[in-house]
């Protein structure tokens, strides 16, 4: 991303003009789908205000008025994790009618039905009804049910011959904290927390370093490059034979950590910067990893190894 939070660069529309187009009429798009990401983020526009380092009141001037420039859309678009090229395919989307937020009762009907989620999930790579019907070996009463469910759920369009036209974005903005999030928390946890990373079939790579605040965002800048990578590559491959295809999971993640050494007697050795964040987060309730530690116990020794 061109600037971060805390470093506006104020821009004119030129500045992108093969991303935000230069008519008034069509920049009131980016900014409406601009507030409709927040609402799904659950983002008020205090926190946006807080990051812009601007007032409140001129974050809605932003919004309401002609102000709101490229540059100020790259800051609000670093608040939502996404860039202005997702930005504007998030536009293009909504120009479609397609939306890229679920609501709470979609999301909640998904969550409950697995099989439902999965035919969802497989319409939006691409398959057709007759596919998963034949890949799953499903009865066609159940097919076709699930379609139904999904029409009535307002995310498909169901057309004659079981064909369908999706109301959705392929790859939803799931609600933070919601119930589709949490699956799929479940299923990083199954598919990769048990994994052998020495089998030749899962390539790996582990890096810890110190690095700076500007470092840090921009290796969070690479994690969103290297989604958006495979999301390309996806669809790049969306019109192959099926055969010539197989489904991979990709986990890209960056961590805040504690560089604490285990030493052979089985003493903790406890760098100065990890006590204190330890202390700073026992005052404020929460570690230095998020969970609750004081640091009285983070400096325990630990348990002697069993050889």
């Known amino acids: 991303m061109g600037n971060s939070i805390g ?30 990401l927040l609402r799904v983020q659950g983002i008020p526009y205090r926190k946006v205000a ?7 009141v001129t974050v809605k001037r932003y919004f309401n008025t002609d102000r709101l420039t490229v540059g100020r859309m790259e800051e609000i678009c670093a608040l939502l994790d996404i860039s202005l090229t997702e930005l504007a395919e998030a536009v293009k989307a ?5 939306q890229r937020g679920l609501t709470q009762y979609q999301e909640d009907a998904l969550a409950r039905d697995r099989l439902l989620a999965t035919v969802r999930f497989l319409l939006s790579n691409g398959w057709t009804a007759q596919e998963i019907q034949a890949e799953y070996d499903l009865d066609e009463a159940t097919l076709v049910g699930c379609l139904i469910a999904l029409e009535r759920l307002q995310l498909i369009d169901l057309l004659p011959g079981n064909k369908v036209r999706l109301l959705t974005a392929r790859d939803p903005d799931w609600r933070k904290g919601g119930p589709m999030r949490r699956i799929i928390d479940e299923m990083i946890k199954r598919d990769f927390m048990t994994l052998n990373f020495a089998e030749p079939d899962a390539p790996a790579a582990y890096q810890s370093a110190e690095l700076s605040k500007s470092s840090i ?35 890209v993640a960056m961590k805040r950590i504690n560089w604490t050494v285990e030493l052979e007697d089985g003493r903790m050795l406890i760098p100065k910067s990890a006590r204190r964040r330890s202390i700073a987060g026992a005052v404020s309730g929460a570690g230095a990893d998020g969970v609750r530690a004081p640091a009285a116990v983070m400096q325990e020794p630990a348990r002697p190894r069993v050889n």
């Open 50 to 56: 807080e990051a812009l380092g601007v007032s409140t």
């Open 217 to 251: 965002a921009q290796v969070e800048e690479l994690v969103r490059h290297f989604v958006r990578t495979v999301r390309t590559l996806r669809d790049a491959d969306r019109h192959l034979p099926r055969e010539h295809k197989e489904w991979t999971a990709v986990v």
């Open 94 to 98: 909504d120009d479609q009618g397609r």
């Open 7 to 36: 470093g506006p660069k104020e821009a004119s529309l030129d500045d992108h003009a093969t991303l935000v187009p230069r008519a008034n009429s069509e920049t009131g798009a980016f900014k409406e789908t601009l507030k409709r």
